[in-house]
Every structure is written in structure tokens, then in C-alpha cells.
């Protein structure tokens, strides 16, 4: 029994109890409902004492996480950037130094670097389309939504086939659930772009957004296409076997996630397929 169907009970019984209460009549009932009362008090006061000492061992543990230090770990999001940053090159963003500075501090996980570096080259060419881009990735790395999607909205108002830029906004747009647009500016990309990397990226985040609508079947699609694409897009492997997974597909996830352990063991999303094979008690 969870703890708001017990609490239920308890209330329950003491509702019992006072309706009882108006009923006493003779010393018997008085004495019945005496233990009853009594019976209720200890259960309750023993609940509240192991309660307490549940209470005092997770204020020892707050302690505990005070003093705890740890490395900072990338989450999903910043890793389902990074895989597209890291596949542009110095070249197709132009030859800047601060543009090259900026995009080497992006692969190295240093985003605030990034930022400053970024925004330091538009101070000298505010015009810069490459620059902006790049800083509207950096501002994503951060979660900084807002700002990335502002600045990503001015390079496609001067240039509306960027396909960097307006990739990132549809991945902007399913970070804060705006999924129509999302799906609007990704399907753009898949339709006019001629970047063949920006296009496979397009089609692995219409996967994430279909996959978080549990669109099941678009977003078999997508992974898939993006496979046919990228046969090494070892993020869009992972997310074709939690696509399956959700599907009831069992044999296929499996499939799906040993694929990702033979691309590349190392990698950080082969890492998380091997963590689901495990939960299932697999072997691997």
C-alpha cells in the first residue's frame, strides 16, 4: 500500500471513530471504543517514530552530499548538440581565428569560453552569419534557449537556407515543447538543404521530437532514415531502441542497442545502450 492510500486509511479510521463517538450509550461502548482510540494513537505514533528516524538518516545524507565533489557530466541534451558541432569543420564556418577559438571551446565542453569569445567577434563584425550561428549553439550547450533562439531567428531573417541555424532552432523548439514549429523548421531543412549533414541531423531530431510525442512510428522513421544517412550516428542507434523499447519491440531494441556497443564501446551513447541491456538483464 503506497502512503496515500495508508493515510486514506487512517483518516478513515478516525472518521469511524467520531461517528462512533456521537453513538456512545453505555459503559461497554465507552470502553470499546476506548481501545479502539487507543490502538488507533499507537499505530499512528509508531508510524511517525519510524518516520523520524527515516528522517534523521536522510538528513545525514544531505550532509554527506554537501561535502561530496564529483566531476561535471554532460546530460543528453548537451550531447545531442555537441554531435553536430563537432561534425561541422573550421573551414565551413570560415577561416576567423575568434570563429575557430570559438568552435574549439564548444568541442571542449567550455561553453561560457565560448560565449565570450563569440560574442567578442561579433563586436567586430556584428554582420557575421558564421559567428552567430556558432554563438547560437554555444547559448544552447548552456540551456540558454532564449538567447540561442533569438540569435539563430536574426541569422535566418538574413539568411533563410541556413540550415545550421534553422536546425538549431527546431531543436530549440522541441527543447521547450513548441513541436509544430519544431517539425516545421526540420522538414525545411530535409526539403532544401543541400548540407547532407545538416540534413541527416534534421531527420535524427524529427526522431527526438516524434519519440517525445510517443509518435512511435514517425519516429521509427526518422531514426531509420537518419541511419541510412549516418550509418555511424550511433546517438540515432540508442534512440531507435528506446523507440522500440516503448513499441514492445523487445527483440528489435536489443538489436538496436548492440549495434551501438559494436560502432564504438567507448562512446558516450554506446555507454547508455549497455546501461539499458544491463537493466534488462542481458547478456551482453
Known amino acids: 500500500m503506497d502512503f496515500k492510500s495508508y493515510k486514506e486509511e487512517l483518516e478513515k479510521k478516525c472518521e469511524k471513530i467520531e461517528e462512533e463517538l456521537a453513538t456512545v450509550k453505555t459503559k461497554e461502548e465507552k470502553e470499546s471504543l476506548e481501545q479502539k482510540i487507543r490502538a488507533l494513537y ?57 570563429i575557430a577559438e570559438g568552435w574549439n571551446y564548444i568541442c571542449a565542453g567550455k561553453y561560457d569560453e565560448a560565449i565570450t569569445v563569440l560574442k567578442n567577434a561579433l563586436k567586430l563584425d556584428a554582420s557575421d552569419l558564421n559567428t552567430m550561428t556558432l554563438l547560437g549553439w554555444a547559448y544552447s550547450y548552456k540551456g540558454m534557449y532564449d ?31 513548441i513541436y509544430g514549429e519544431a517539425i516545421e523548421h526540420l522538414s525545411r531543412v530535409i526539403k532544401h538543404s543541400a548540407n547532407r549533414l545538416a540534413v541527416l541531423y534534421a531527420h535524427y531530431y524529427l526522431g527526438l521530437v516524434y519519440l517525445e510525442r510517443r509518435m512511435l512510428d514517425d519516429a521509427v522513421f526518422f531514426f531509420s532514415k537518419a541511419i541510412v544517412l549516418g550509418p555511424n550516428l550511433i546517438e540515432a542507434y540508442y534512440h531507435l531502441g528506446i523507440t522500440y523499447q516503448m513499441k514492445k519491440m523487445e527483440g528489435a531494441a536489443i538489436e538496436e542497442w548492440k549495434r551501438c556497443l559494436k560502432l564504438s564501446p567507448q562512446n558516450w551513447w554506446a555507454k547508455k545502450a549497455k546501461e539499458q541491456l544491463e537493466l534488462g538483464g542481458l547478456d551482453i
Not at 519510524?50 to 552530499?65: A, C
Not at 561541422?88 to 577561416?95: A, E, N, Q, W
Open 147 to 177: 538567447e540561442a533562439l533569438g540569435i539563430c531567428l536574426q541569422v535566418l531573417q538574413k539568411d533563410p537556407e541556413n540550415a545550421s541555424a534553422r536546425n538549431n532552432v527546431g531543436f530549440i523548439c522541441y527543447k521547450k515543447g
Open 42 to 98: 499507537k499505530e499512528i505514533a509508531g508510524e511517525i517514530r519510524e518516520l523520524q528516524i527515516i528522517q534523521e538518516r536522510i538528513k545525514s545524507t544531505i550532509d554527506k552530499f554537501k561535502k561530496l565533489q564529483v566531476t561535471e557530466t554532460e546530460d543528453d541534451t548537451k550531447i545531442m548538440i555537441r554531435s553536430f558541432v563537432q561534425a561541422m569543420t573550421t573551414d565551413t564556418l570560415g577561416s576567423s581565428t575568434y
